[in-house]
């Protein structure tokens, strides 16, 4: 007589982002990199290397990458099991879960399963009862593995930590952007993945929001937002370096004339840049070297930029948010007359289109016409044209570039601006070291010709040479 013992069933791996248990609420995410082709120098893990596309957990937990999930969504997962069976075996294979150290969110769940005979392995589809919470995050998840049944024995691992994300939704598009207030974004295709979704820049993510962040609400969706923007704007002697020579795009070389990098990896703006000295092929004595200023950053971000950082880091977790420009208006025209406006007569949504809403007035003077526009006026005979921002779906418009601090308490208290006429007026009354208060006033500019005109409230003529004067008399344009 031959005795046959039971087979024994190891649990080989497992597969979160997999189309076999036909579940779509998981999303791909990439491994980090080292390296890119326009990008420059060590970007410490920042960049986005190729997609993870095999079974995130395996070799009794030595290969444990993260997956990504949809809040309010299961966790459905498919297990390789493997074992050497002279005969067909059934058994059931059960998970007991537990997430973030409770056992009530995601309970156990079994599946039934057939090992054919002689098979080398078997992917079984199981799901934890339950679903992840309302909250965008990072969790401790554990599972508990068990195998019954008659001609078998469950050799483990019997425990499998891992660390997942939890998205609001289908991750968007980063670029994509619209004027229709209506709009709510563009998703990207499932096989498209979060396009900026890597471990080092989805635990970025979750460290400003605190980690986990309920998106319940309203008011939830405000606080978050608020956070990205804080944490993008107040870091701390690090990147993204403001410098408001460029649009939207990083650039190799940070001054918007180099190469720009793709918006999905705006996230390269955290990555750290400092001084560097360059030394040529084999040069003669003395060596030939250029050292690059510790202020010359490639890695930049104008207004504009910030406010795309922000949209890109959303978008990677399926939020949408706007880029906005608010152009300088003022109640009073040069005949006496006051004016009032929409506030949206006062910004541009989705792309720069400054003819649609900025404020204009002709002048004439020495007998020529002269078109002119309300700008605010800085040192050393400069001006912005606009102030960039990120509009959230809330409502709230968060200026780029500026610390949170640079802000009136009504702002942090609030967590953004309610209206673009309210950032105008703070807008229009902050200052400058040794210049003082900033303000705005009529402004004719032709940079071919070089040819520059400014007039104050009450239609007087200044050369531009002369602009502070507007000021100093106390005759700069009131805001909306």
Known sequence: MVSVGPATFTLAEIHFATSRHGNTFWHYIYESSNSHGIAPGNLHWWSRGSKITTPEWGDNGKRNWRACFTRNQAIAMSVRLVAKAKADVKGTLTVTPTLNGSSKVLTSATASFTYPAGASELWVNISPDGTLPDEIGIHDLVLNWSASGSGLRFGGPKRSVHKIYSIYGQPMQPGYDSAAVADTGRNTLTDEGTLTGTRRRLDH??????????????????????????????????????????????????????????????????????????????????????????????????????????????????????????????????????????????????????????QSWTFTHNGFPYKANPKLMEPDLAWENFEACMLSPTGKFLTGGYATSSNPPEFRKNKGFNSAAE??????????????????????????????????????????????????????????
């Not at 930049?300 to 406010?307: K, V």
């Not at 003082?436 to 032709?446: S, T």
């Not at 007087?460 to 700069?476: A, E, L």
């Open 205 to 358: 993510f979750m460290s400003l929001i605190g980690g986990r962040h309920k998106v319940a609400t309203q008011a939830n969706l405000v606080d978050l937002y608020w956070k990205v923007h804080v944490g993008i704007n107040d870091t701390p002697g690090a990147a993204p370096f403001f410098d408001a020579g460029h649009d939207e795009h990083l650039t190799n070389d940070g001054t918007g004339s180099g190469t720009p990098l793709d918006l999905e990896d705006q996230w390269l703006a955290w990555v750290p840049s400092k001084s560097e000295v360059l030394r040529g092929p084999n040069p003669s004595p003395p060596p030939a070297t250029i050292v690059i200023d510790a202020n010359n950053h490639w890695n930049d971000a104008s207004c504009i930029g910030h406010a795309q950082l922000a949209k890109t880091m959303l978008a990677a977790v399926g939020l949408f948010a706007r880029r906005t420009w608010v152009f300088p208006h003022t109640s009073r025209t040069p005949d006496g007359k006051t004016v009032t406006f929409a506030d949206t007569d006062l910004y541009c949504l989705g792309s720069y289109n400054p003819a649609a809403k900025e």
């Open 423 to 480: 950032l105008l007026r703070w807008w229009s009354n902050t200052s400058r070291r040794g210049f003082g208060k900033r303000f705005m006033c009529w402004i004719y500019a032709n940079k071919i010709t070089r040819e520059y005109h400014c007039w104050d409230v009450d239609g007087k003529h200044f050369d531009i040479q002369d602009y502070v004067k507007i000021r100093d008399k106390g005759k700069q344009l009131p805001p909306p």
